[in-house]
Every structure is written in C-alpha cells, then in structure tokens.
Nanobody, 134 residues
Framework: QLQLVESGGGVVQPGGSLTLSCAAS????????MAWFRQAPGKEREEISC???????????YYTDSVKGRFTISRDNAKNMAYLQMNSLEPEDTAVYYC????????????????????????WGQGTQVTVSS
C-alpha cells in the first residue's frame, strides 16, 4: 500500500519561496503519476501540477495557469520522492497542499483538466499548510 507524507510547508512573505516534499513508502513510485493539489479555505481542492510516470506514460508535466512559470514539479524515483518548488509566492497561494499519486497510462496533464481529476487519485498525503502573508 502506497503511503504519502508531505513536508516543507510554512509561513512565507509574498515574493518568497518554499519547496514542498512528498515522501512515498510501501511501493516504488516509478509507475505512478504524482500530483500536487491545494485547497484554500472555502474553496474546492484543485490540481495545480502533476508529473507523469516515465515508465508507464511519457514523463510529462502539467501546471494550472495560476502557477505556471512560478512552480516547478519534479520527482526522484530513486529516493521515492516528489517535490514542488514554489517561487514568487502570492497571498492567493495560501492553502493546504496535498500530494497525490496513482497509476495512469495517459499523461497526467490530459486528466488534470477534467472536472473530476481529484477523484482519479487513490493515494493522498495528509496535507501541509502554506501561508503567504506579510
């Protein structure tokens, strides 16, 4: 059974940076697409980025428009880790950030645009809070 644990959240000033980490255990990540979702107070959980499996799919990445150019997703299968580098943070980025994983043969970006994207992921971490405030 795959288990995911996020870390790296915290409080940062606008314009600052944070790197979130997602540590996986129980199963190797090679065949899994990895995604980052976030949920702000009073809002639905939204997918902001994902990276496909290179062995099962094409290794491609996806970013929602609001984070494109500021956030970078990456993975290290040897360490069973995924990361989200967040730069130029804005108050609107304040949310609980979740790591998710599942096995897809399609590029994860093709699934991310579906309204039911979050329902496609079976494995979730517990979330880590990111607060952007001066």
């Amino acid at each position: 059974q795959l288990q995911l644990v996020e870390s790296g959240g915290g409080v940062v000033q606008p314009g600052g940076s944070l790197t979130l980490s997602c540590a996986a255990s129980g199963v190797t990540l090679d065949d899994f697409a990895m995604a980052w979702f976030r949920q702000a107070p009073g809002k639905e959980r939204e997918e902001i980025s994902c990276i496909s499996s290179s062995s099962k799919s094409d290794g491609s990445t996806y970013y929602t428009d609001s984070v494109k150019g500021r956030f970078t997703i990456s993975r290290d299968n040897a360490k069973n880790m995924a990361y989200l580098q967040m730069n130029s943070l804005e108050p609107e980025d304040t949310a609980v950030y979740y790591c998710a994983a599942d096995r897809f043969s399609l590029p994860c970006g093709a699934l991310a645009v579906l309204p039911t994207a979050r329902d496609l992921y079976d494995y979730w971490g517990q979330g880590t809070q990111v607060t952007v405030s001066s």
